[in-house]
């Protein structure tokens, strides 16, 4: 068995078709999702690389105690190779980079994806007989975007159309092109730099969309169906101007920073065309992994995804993401069917909180909070019992506001 899980470091769903989005065609993903399971609401339980890390490997925060052993232990032990390939050798955190046995770092591959494909039908887990995790990650979606000419060419003549269409530039004028090394700025989302951002990154996912295409072609020629899966998903997401942040640490958990995509392909496991729209988050990651396995994947955190039964599955009636932001400041999202609470709580200042009503508003434009105080001093007291630390109390306190019917 071969399990594959692609990382594309940076990716929210703003740009996936399989997410709603109707202007860029990225043909290999939206068939891996028409093939596979897709989660509608999958969140990152925290925006700082080393906490996302070890939810990956199964130690979430979300636990008062550790599980006793992680998800590369069980591997091993079970008889597993694991191998990591990355362009990035710098910025993986070193505990997680040790827990794989094969580790490949790949010059030049955050400006061709496709060597990372290539270093994949090379790697000695992938073509040894033995169970292999494979763990590919790539940067390719980090600013500055190293779009080849082939995949950016169509995006000017898309942008040049879109502009003369909607008159926003007169003809014969000096035209913008997408924007491959954007600065960082806020923007509106009408003004023309937002727009040549936005072509910069999709062209960027049209090339990711090859490396995606490129890896399940791959698996297919080479595997019969019962003998892999694929899974593509992401750390967190970026901003490119959305709600004025870009590409940094947030001010606050906008849906943009942490609503990520989660496509399983298993062609053996009967979930072809298959959505969940419940609250699935990256703790649930190990277990589901596990279960792909054929091994236990009891003792997390988290929920096997496979697990799910029916298309409102989920591992939990809401999601907690948290982060530290650059000044030290606590960062609080709490998700649940109804709301999306935001806080961002700096030491001896007032909290900035913000409120929005789901699912109408999934894009957090129209802040409530000013209408709806009640709810805001429930999810206050949930946010100060998760900054004392006293995890378990918060999770209880929020599962009650559910279950009342908030």
Sequence with gaps: ????????????TRFLPAYG???????????????????????????????????????????????????????????????FLSDHQNECPTEFQKAFTFQNFIPGASE?????????????????????????ETDFLLPSWKVSEEFLSPFVEELHDYLLDKEEVEEGAEMPVPILNPKEEGLESNDL?????Q?????????????????V?????????????????????????????????????????????????????????????????DLDLAPTILDLAGLPHDGF??????????????????????????????LYALRTENHTYLENRAEKEEARQELYLMPE????????SKSNHGFVEEYEKIAATLTKGETPQALQLLENLIQQGH
């Design 193 to 197: 730099n937002f727009l040549a951002r």
């Design 112 to 136: 061709n994806p496709l060597l990372l494909h290539s270093a994949m039908e090379k790697n000695e887990a992938y073509l040894s007989e033995k169970n292999a995790l494979i763990w590919i």
């Design 217 to 281: 072609a791959s698996a297919q020629e080479k595997f019969k169906e019962g003998e892999f899966a694929i899974l593509v998903t992401s750390d967190h997401g970026l901003a490119i101007g959305e709600h004025g942040g870009f590409c940094d640490n947030p001010n606050l958990l906008y849906n943009e920073w942490v609503h990520l995509p989660m496509v399983i392909y298993a062609p053996s496991r009967g979930i072809a065309g298959q959505r969940y729209q419940g609250f699935w988050q």
């Design 361 to 368: 508003d999934i894009l957090e434009i129209n802040e409530v």
């Design 301 to 330: 955190h988290g929920k096997s995804i496979l697990q799910g039964k029916g298309i409102h599955s989920g591992s939990r009636p809401y999601s907690i993401c948290r982060a530290e932001g650059k000044s030290g400041e606590k």
């Design 199 to 215: 072509s910069g990154l999709a062209a960027a996912w049209s090339q990711m969309d090859d490396f995606v295409g490129a890896i």
């Design 1 to 12: 068995m071969k399990l594959i899980v692609v990382v594309i470091r940076g990716a929210n």
């Design 21 to 83: 989005n109707s202007w860029i065609q990225l043909p290999n993903l939206s068939v891996l999702s028409a093939r596979g399971l897709t989660l509608d609401y999958y969140f990152a339980s925290s925006w700082n690389e080393k906490d996302i890390r070890q939810a990956w490997l199964g130690d979430s925060w979300f636990g008062d105690k550790k599980p006793e052993k992680d998800l590369s232990e069980i591997l091993s032990n079970a008889g597993w190779n694991l191998a």
